[in-house]
């Protein structure tokens, strides 16, 4: 679908996956103007298709394009364009019963050629889909995180809060690092003391006191994720606590160590949810639940596969069917 200024959304079209012919001067690949999403469509016991909260896609993609002075598409029509995608690859969709999907990538660029620094005057709002395999296909394994002090992800009054390519390019020398230390992950701190908890790469995460799971409050600096919110509801369906906080990482380290912080778990569309093992930073090294997936973590991380599968009743709502 394109954007012209003056005239706003038109000509939607589904066409054959190919190459897009984008001039030398187009105005994304300098100014990095591009915002994106992604979510999963899944196939259900009866064998039709849904996908999962596509209106929050579809309402955190408004909020990223004000962030980056774009247009904003009206919700209905992201959905729709979802919705038509879906339609046409059905055949791509996996069958029910694993927690194979597939992923679709909605995104926005400029579209206009020019060097001069502003927001431009033409974009492009596109959906791609891939199939995407389990996770896990081995059964869930923790990962080992890097709690990184030497790079931030995001500022205050930066664009931590949309989902913008500039916060992952931001993002990939400090994932090296991780590697570096043999971890999996980076966990983000806070940009100004180095020492509250953020987010993950590309999940957020989630620290369990017993029966109650804490997830770090929306600073602006991370991202809004899907997942968080859905766990901040499914936790109280199943009778757990459920709140937003501030996590240092002394105190992650303190209340691992005295036993009340029991399991800890990085959430997002990508894996559903992810335990967390071994924990590594300049204040030392220490393992979450001895290394394994704590229970909490796998009844969560089952309740609410079941639901986007189909497997369980959808209380919410969430559930969107592709007709
Ligand atoms: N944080 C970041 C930086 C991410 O890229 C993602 C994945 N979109 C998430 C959190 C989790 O968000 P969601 O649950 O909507 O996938």
Redesign the pocket.
């Given at each position: 679908i394109k954007w012209t200024e003056g005239r706003g959304w038109h000509d939607g079209q589904l066409v054959p996956y190919g190459p897009l012919s984008v001039d030398p001067a187009n105005m994304t690949l300098h100014y990095a103007q591009e915002i994106f999403e992604?979510l999963k469509a899944y196939r259900r016991p009866d064998g039709s298709v849904s996908l999962f909260r596509p209106e929050a896609n579809a309402e955190r993609f408004q909020i990223s394009a004000r962030r980056l002075a774009m247009p904003e598409l009206p919700v209905e029509t992201f959905v729709a364009a979802c919705d038509a995608l879906v339609k046409q690859d059905q055949a791509w969709v996996p069958q029910h019963g694993g927690e194979e999907s597939l992923y679709l990538r909605p995104f926005m660029i400029a579209n206009e050629v020019g060097l001069g620094v502003r927001p431009a005057n033409e974009y492009l709002f596109l959906v791609i889909a891939s199939p995407a395999g389990a996770y896990f296909p081995g059964g869930v394994k923790p990962v080992s995180v890097w709690l990184s002090e030497n790079y931030v992800r995001a500022v205050p009054g930066g664009m931590g809060f949309a989902?913008t390519g500039g916060?992952y390019a931001a993002s990939l020398l400090a994932q090296a690092e991780a590697a570096a230390k043999g971890c999996d992950q980076v966990v983000w701190l806070d940009a100004l003391e180095h020492k509250w908890v953020e987010?993950m790469?590309?999940?957020?995460l989630y620290f369990v006191y017993g029966d109650k799971i804490v997830t770090p409050e929306l600073t602006g600096s991370?991202?809004a994720?899907?997942?968080?919110d859905s766990l901040l509801r499914v936790a109280r369906d199943l009778g757990y606590t459920s709140e937003e906080g501030r996590i240092s990482t002394e105190q992650w380290k303190r209340d691992t160590e005295n036993g009340t912080l029991t399991e800890v778990f990085a959430?997002?569309?990508?894996a559903v949810i992810t335990p967390v093992g071994t924990v590594k930073s300049t204040a030392g090294e220490w393992q979450q639940s001895g290394g394994e997936p704590g229970e909490v973590t796998l009844r969560l991380r089952k309740a609410l596969l079941d639901i986007q599968t189909g497997k369980a009743e959808d209380v919410h709502g969430w559930t969107h069917r592709i007709a």
């Open positions: 992604g989902k916060n987010e790469g590309g999940m957020n991370l991202l994720g899907i997942t968080r959430c997002g569309t990508a």
